[in-house]
């Protein structure tokens, strides 16, 4: 794939470290094997000469053979000429031009100490076990060469290494998602582990290269949401759509919070849409918050009135004068709000019918002072209201309705 392939400008010190991030089958490993071929012998757009001296390295020695140097994507199987010999007992990997790859292991730093490198190829880099010690004792070896270069080929975990490297601005960084490289894997695979895992964490980590981590003071872990599948979900006695409209409709402005939440009869809270829209028009977001409690028969809309005070309501019923809208009103902080729901979830007491990726996001970003990046939490409070409103009244007379 075109997006694989590394740019090079043949000045000393440019690009001298690239981080690819991928997902499971991206292509990461053949990425990396023809990197180290076209190293060897000085093929762009890989390199402007030929490199000598190289250091490989993975989780373990075996890792190395069995996937980097003789894997179904590796140095060997992709070689089209000039196949290098692997010396097993020297741990090296020997090209007729002289060129000499190492091998190393990351269960063992100390062997990185004191050899000499012009490039590396390090290889999942986010398994390593002294993942610190190994790349802090491999950046005093690479030393040869006129432009010393690394590659890194890794699915994503959230390593202080890993984060570092991604906030660095030297780093040329490169995304790959399983998709991009699906006419080279087996057929169905894609399917079989889309339909299990899509949208959820591993899912967007191992299929979408994406670095998921969680924010220690936020009232949602990523593990809780997990557990919050809804699995058999039956019977609603209730449904309500919760708006949390922006204060204006400028780019800038906060986004309009839109969820859905369903009250089983089980007393569970079953969120079944986030429908959240930003930058919006006043008449925009009502007209899809109106089309989200008709296609789910919703019983009324809640609306926050804080922000917009009965201008939210009244462009509502320009939308649909029939639609039943709730007003409901911030007497707390969004903190203090959040705090009952984040229980039910720990308790159980609420699940989600599907995925929602953007959602559980916010939910895991959320903490005492707000979002990390200062922006307003709008799919937390719309989740937050819908979720309120479903346990926090008495349902007078219900109406049994059939979700699944």
């Not at 490989?56 to 590796?74: C, F, H, K, N, W």
């Not at 990726?357 to 959320?366: I, N, R, S, T, W």
Request: proline letters at 6%; charged letters at 30%.
């Amino acid at each position: 794939m075109p997006g694989q392939y590394p740019e090079t400008t043949g000045k000393a010190g440019d690009g001298a470290i690239r981080l690819v991030i991928g997902g499971r089958g991206a292509g990461k490993t053949r990425l990396g094997a023809e990197w180290v071929n076209g190293l060897v012998r000085g093929l762009r757009p890989f390199a402007d000469w030929r490199y000598g001296k190289i250091a490989l390295v993975g989780e373990t020695l075996a890792e190395v053979r069995e996937v980097m140097i003789d894997g179904p994507s590796g140095i060997r199987a992709i070689a089209r000429r000039d196949r290098p010999h692997f010396e097993a007992g020297r741990r090296r990997l020997l090209w007729e031009n002289g060129a000499v790859a190492h091998i190393f292991s990351a269960e063992d730093p100390e062997s990185l100490r004191g050899p000499q490198f012009d490039a590396a190829w390090l290889d999942e880099l986010a398994k390593w076990r002294n993942v610190e010690a190994c790349w802090d004792t491999l950046q005093f070896g690479m030393r040869l060469g006129r432009r010393p270069s690394q590659l890194i080929t890794t699915t994503p975990r959230p390593l202080p290494l890993l984060k570092r490297l991604l906030a660095d601005p030297s780093v040329a960084v490169t995304r790959l998602k399983s998709d991009d490289n699906a006419k080279n894997l087996a057929p169905g695979f894609l399917e079989a582990v889309k339909r299990r895992y899509a949208g959820t964490r591993l899912g967007r980590q191992e299929l979408d290269g994406e670095l998921i981590e969680d924010r220690d003071d936020a009232l949602w872990s990523r593990r809780m949401l997990e557990q919050a599948d809804a699995g058999e979900a039956g019977e609603l006695l209730r449904i309500v759509v919760a708006v949390d409209p922006p204060a204006s409709s400028r780019r800038t402005s906060d986004a309009c919070g839109i969820v859905a939440a369903g009250l089983t009869t089980s007393g569970t809270v079953l969120v079944l849409a986030d429908r959240t829209l930003r930058a919006a028009k006043p008449q925009e977001w009502a007209s899809r918050a109106v089309g989200l409690f008709h296609e789910l028969q919703a019983d009324c809309l809640v609306v926050e009135v804080n922000q917009g005070g009965e201008m939210a309501g009244a462009v509502i019923r320009t939308v649909d004068a029939g639609v039943p809208v709730k007003p409901v009103r911030a007497s707390r902080g969004k903190w203090l709000r959040a705090e009952p729901v984040a229980a039910l979830y720990q308790s159980g007491r609420v699940r989600h019918a599907a995925r929602f990726p953007e959602l559980e996001d916010e939910m895991c970003d959320f903490g005492p002072d707000g979002l990390s990046d200062g922006r307003s939490p709008d799919r937390v409070d719309a989740l937050v209201w819908a979720v309120t409103e479903l346990t926090g009244e008495r349902i007078a007379r219900p109406r049994i309705r059939d979700f699944m």
